[in-house]
């Protein structure tokens, strides 16, 4: 038997056309939503990653600005900063871009974004609500995973999913997202016993442990939908997910690809994000 490889470009082109349409209805009555991301550092990864939602604005018709602060930036700097994007009308979401330098204190600068422009999801409030289901902004990852599902189909309600990784940015909001959905939800992580036997049981399992291509067909139930977030820089300067996708495609259902959905489709809810944080300034509905 040999599984699909889930067309993650297929789905991000369909939901970003979907936004562009949303946001040229917007911009016809003189709206534009705006993104503002702050890079601090010259750490190369950031530095594409910071490209490319700033392309994806572009292509979007988001207005959008990077702010490039150099290594030695102060945390007081970018607190100032924030203030002042907080309070800028033109932005609607604001993203500061992890991991930051060692002497700024990541939880600090979080704190100080507004609520209301965390698009991240990042901020304590939001991921409070989150937690008692009130949210409604949606962490990109985590988002961009369910929305997949959705769009291939994939019945979530009473199936049971297996998260590998606890992390605050996917592993666990992606199980609580999976809830949401009512999944029976697993979650593994660095010291649980016996993954292969627990991953086994998945219909749905989701790898997010950044160990290039680790899980192999042994995680694997047959037919099950594997969802690889990893994204690893292998020794041979190749990018590689979590999941070792050749053989894992010999026993699964259906497999993303890496790359090609995951990433753009954190990106597609990233975009998705600031056009919702912007109708809620404009007290425009969500979702008209
Ligand atoms: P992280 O913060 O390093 O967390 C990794 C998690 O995996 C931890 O909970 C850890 O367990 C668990 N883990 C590590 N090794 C394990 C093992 N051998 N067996 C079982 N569990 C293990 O990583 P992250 O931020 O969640 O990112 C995970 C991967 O996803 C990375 O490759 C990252 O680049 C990628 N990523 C991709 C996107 C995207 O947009 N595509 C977004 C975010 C992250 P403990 O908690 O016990 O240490």
Redesign the pocket.
Known sequence: MSGQTINGKEIVATIRAEIKKEVDGLIAQDLRPGLAVILVGDDPASAVYVRNKAKACEDAGIYSEVHRLPDSTSEAEVLQLLDKLNRDERIHGILVQLPLPKHINEVSVIDAISVDKDVDCFHPVNVGNLMIGKGDVLPC?PAGIIEVLKRIGAQIAGKHAVV????N???KPLALLLLRENATVTV?????PN?KEIARQADILAV????GR?VNRDYVKPGAIVID????RMEDGKLAG?VDFDDVLQVAGQVTPVPGC??PM?ITMLLRNTVNSAKKAWRIPVGS
């Open positions: 990852t590998i990784g606890r992390s940015i996917v592993g593994c992580h660095s010291k649980t993954i997010a442990i950044g160990r680790m977030v990893g994204m690893n979590d995951v990433g954190t």
